[in-house]
């Protein structure tokens, strides 16, 4: 998929476009990119970065990064996304100004959205809008029960197999690993501890089941009560693997939440609590 990050990177085609931040990409966001796709200009994505929310001075906790969600348009076949940088300036920007500036300027011919998609300064601009500047208009029906809010509640109470079901794939945590303890390691169980970026949503705290690399994974959020730990941590055993991930990014599908976190009478208990652990990894299912 090409990215580009101003009108001007973008030849000038006929192109079906959904205009939007998509942060997680849930089952409504992928119900206007399933039909973006199969309406037949080149499938194309406006979305922005950072979010709004943040720009405008809301706290907003994201269920995914930029970066992957650019991997998951791709996945879900958008041939070209352009990320619009959103500042102030943006934000002020009426209707027909982001209009001209960002759909005409790249050829958009179709714009696929729900009902009640709002665009522009005091989000004044709609579909009727963008008709009258000459634009076909495409509305996808709402899917219930999903929004970005309901699910970032569902994955702040660990509750991720019921914010899978929103999101039309598993939750995941995404960072790239770093130096740990390395307790992990004397312990039988070497994980690859993940540094997230500060404005994702971590799911709460606990003992989960999931996969990453293609390898299924015992994955850790909280502060490692049992040797007193203070700061969050990620940490990610993945299960029949060796090798060195120190520096790399990688995305953790948290399937299952097993567990509380806990503290333990002796090492040696917490050594088979840890087996049972990954003995209910090799046993979970992907939602």
């Given amino acids: 998929?090409?990215?580009?990050?101003?009108?001007?990177?973008?030849?000038?085609?006929?192109?079906?476009?959904?205009?939007?931040?998509?942060?997680?990409?849930?089952?409504?966001?992928?119900?206007?990119?399933?039909?973006?796709?199969?309406?037949?200009?080149?499938?194309?994505?406006?979305?922005?970065?950072?979010?709004?929310?943040?720009?405008?001075?809301?706290?907003?906790?994201?269920?995914?990064?930029?970066?992957?969600?650019?991997?998951?348009?791709?996945?879900?076949?958008?041939a070209e996304t352009l990320v619009v940088q959103f500042t102030p300036e943006v934000a002020g920007l009426d209707a027909g100004s982001f209009a001209r500036s960002y759909l005409e300027a790249i050829g958009a011919e179709l714009i696929v959205a729900a009902e009640s998609f709002r665009f522009g300064a005091q989000r004044r601009g709609d579909l009727a809008l963008l008709e009258q500047l000459g634009l076909r208009t495409r509305v996808v029906g709402l899917v219930p029960g999903a929004s970005s809010s309901r699910i970032r509640r569902l994955i702040a109470a660990g509750e991720v197999r019921d914010a899978a079901a929103l999101l039309g794939r598993p939750v995941e945590v995404e960072g790239v690993v770093v130096s740990g303890d390395a307790r992990g390691g004397t312990l039988g169980f070497p994980t690859a501890n993940l540094r997230a970026e500060r404005s994702l949503l971590v799911p709460g705290f606990g003992i989960y089941a999931g996969e990453a690399r293609g390898r299924r994974a015992a994955v850790s959020i909280g502060v490692n009560p049992h040797y007193g730990g203070?700061?969050?941590?990620?940490?990610?055993?993945?299960?029949?693997?060796?090798?060195?991930?120190?520096?790399?990014?990688?995305?953790?599908?948290?399937w299952e939440r097993l567990r509380d976190e806990a503290t333990f009478a002796s090492e040696p208990e917490l050594v088979a609590q840890i087996a049972r652990d990954v003995a209910a990894t090799r046993a979970a299912t992907r939602p």
């Fill in 230 to 254: 203070a700061e969050r941590r990620i940490e990610a055993f993945l299960l029949d693997f060796e090798g060195n991930l120190y520096g790399e990014r990688i995305v953790v599908e948290l």
């Fill in 1 to 78: 998929m090409k990215v580009a990050h101003a009108p001007g990177e973008l030849e000038r085609r006929p192109r079906a476009v959904a205009v939007g931040t998509f942060d997680g990409l849930h089952i409504g966001h992928r119900a206007v990119i399933a039909e973006v796709v199969a309406a037949g200009p080149l499938p194309t994505v406006v979305t922005f970065h950072p979010h709004p929310r943040e720009v405008l001075g809301y706290a907003v906790e994201l269920l995914a990064t930029l970066e992957r969600r650019l991997e998951l348009l791709a996945e879900l076949g958008v």
